[in-house]
């Protein structure tokens, strides 16, 4: 009886010493791995430009219908972005986005791109609609440079086709 | 002689036990069960008629929420069913990228499987933050490769979406080596138990003949000791080339297939090790740069089946020309290893049915669709 009840306790005393492998979550956070699909950013290109173009392809393959595009011309006083338009409303629904990743696979300007962030509670059904200025990225964190497709003006930069950048 | 009258008592849809919401109508004589309707569909999303209003790329993605326990399981099928209609050829690293993920699906499933089962019998959580802590490093290699634990979306038409990230194999390497000590202490904790063996042998018997005709697959059939495995019968993928048994059961009792999943899971091991070892004489890339991801197939159907972790998972496609399927049929295992569950339970103890109902190892998402 004693010999079965310590043979039994063997398996718990010995992983009283082990290292554990849970983490405590709120104080430590578990790194995620450099691929992974979070919140969405919007991205800049080095001069500060928006990389959005407001062509609507993310919108048109989200399987989730999340993403709302309103797109709006471009004025020499008012250059948002290099091209003929840039994206005057961009609105993504995380409560209808199932962070697929196929609006990063279809921007032709690589604005959109799913980072690291993922905790994305909230209060209100209404704050779950992330709007433009809280997708964007600060001015001063942008990278790359516009290619000549693009700030060639008096060239239409649709059909977009998939650019490497 | 006491007079006995039969009682319906209700199970579900709010239960811990029912593995999700899932309700069953219970005729009891005393604690004997003397019938059993299973009453499904309260998860009912309407997923094959979203399936008909998406493109065919839009539904890769929705396919990772039938089964979510099996994400790249259900991609792989879905993936082989549009393949075959559109006429896309796969390469061969490609395939093997396939098979590999889909067999540390097979072994994630199974660790947790049979956790829940264990948790079902009132052992509560050891075993099941044992198989928990196993899963936890291949959905860490599955983040690594595809950005996602669960929903990982990984696979495209004509390969998969990305390479593997360069620390993969050897991380890999790593978690096979440590492995067979998991499934070896897994099994030595309950092949002798007390626990299981009361509560597990000659419950829940599925006798052969029943199997059949009920047309159950995966280890609840191989369970009842009819050695039938899709990659075996008909072998697709590249799983002619590899070398693993199939494990089959005796009696069919939940402890059969409690041991066939304990013995898939080294079965599994045994393949990815020679995954491995023929990986790098694969030809081709992760993906044929030929394959577009907005297919139109031509006019026809199809159907293609793969052997998933709960059973063979088939999907049906039919094509008008367009862009979107015009219909879309998924062949759910857990759905279908669930309709023999009333002919499982007659005759046993109410307390059984919660045992009998997890060794099916059901997911309700794809049960209900």
Redesign the interface.
């Known amino acids: 009886m004693i010999g079965q009840l310590l043979k039994g306790l063997r398996?718990t005393f010995g992983y009283i010493f082990t290292q554990p492998?849970t983490v405590q979550y709120p104080e430590v956070k578990r790194p995620?791995?450099?691929?992974?699909?979070g919140r969405h950013e919007l991205k800049r290109f080095a001069d500060g430009k928006e990389r959005c173009i407001g062509c609507s392809l993310c919108a048109a393959?989200c399987?989730a219908d999340a993403i709302l595009v309103v797109p709006a011309e471009n004025t020499p006083d008012h250059q948002v972005s290099y091209g003929e338009r840039y994206a005057a409303t961009y609105e993504i629904n995380m409560l209808r986005c199932?962070?697929?990743?196929?609006c990063e696979d279809a921007c032709p300007t690589n604005a959109i791109v799913?980072e690291h962030q993922y905790e994305l509670s909230f209060y209100d059904r209404r704050d779950s609609i992330y709007t433009k200025e809280m997708l964007l990225v600060p001015e001063d964190q942008g990278h790359g440079d516009a290619p000549p497709i693009l700030t060639q003006l008096e060239r239409r930069p649709s059909p977009p086709a998939q650019i490497d950048l | 002689m006491l007079k006995t009258e039969e009682l319906q008592i209700n199970i579900g849809p709010q239960h811990p036990s029912t593995h999700g919401v899932f309700r069953m109508i219970v005729t009891v004589d005393g604690e004997t069960i003397t019938d059993l309707k299973p009453v499904f569909g309260y998860l009912h999303r309407n997923h094959e008629q979203i399936a008909e209003q998406n493109t065919y790329l839009q539904n890769m993605p929705y396919t990772d929420r039938l089964d979510y326990f099996n994400s790249m399981a259900n991609n792989q099928a879905y993936a082989m069913a549009v393949e075959q209609l559109v006429g896309i050829e796969v390469p061969e690293r490609a395939e093997y990228l396939r098979v590999m993920m889909v067999e540390l699906t097979r072994i994630l499933n199974h660790a947790g499987a049979l956790g829940f089962l264990i948790n079902d019998m009132g052992m509560w959580q050891t075993q099941l933050a044992f198989g928990m802590r196993e899963r936890e490093k291949i959905l860490d290699l599955f983040e690594s490769a595809s950005g996602a634990r669960l929903m990982c979306n990984y696979f495209r038409f004509g390969g998969v979406v990305r390479d593997l990230p360069p620390d993969f194999i050897p991380r890999l390497k790593e978690l096979l080596q440590a492995m067979p000590a998991f499934v070896d202490e897994l099994e030595r904790l309950l092949r002798e138990n007390e626990i299981l063996m009361q509560r597990a042998e000659g419950i829940g018997i599925l006798p052969r003949d029943l199997a059949l005709a009920y047309s159950v697959s995966g280890p609840v059939l191989r369970g009842s000791g009819i050695p039938y495995d899709v990659r075996k019968a008909e072998p697709y993928s590249v799983y002619d080339r590899f070398d693993f048994d199939v494990p089959v059961g005796t009696v069919g009792d939940v402890y059969d297939r409690f041991l066939v999943r304990i013995e898939e899971m080294r079965q599994s091991r045994r393949i990815l090790q020679q995954v491995i070892e023929q990986l790098p004489d694969a030809q081709g890339g992760h993906i044929n740069p030929k394959a577009r991801q907005n297919v139109r197939p031509p006019v026809g159907d199809v159907y293609a089946r793969i052997e998933s972790p709960k059973g063979e998972l088939g999907f049906y496609l039919v094509s008008d020309g367009s862009g979107k399927p015009y219909r879309y049929k998924v062949r759910a295992p857990s759905f279908i290893n669930l309709t023999p569950l009333g002919d499982m339970c007659r005759g046993y103890k109410v307390a059984d049915v919660v045992v009998i109902l997890g060794s099916i190892d059901i997911v309700m998402g794809e049960v209900d669709r």
């Open positions: 398996t492998v995620v791995r450099e691929r992974f699909r393959a399987p199932i962070f697929c990743g196929y799913l």
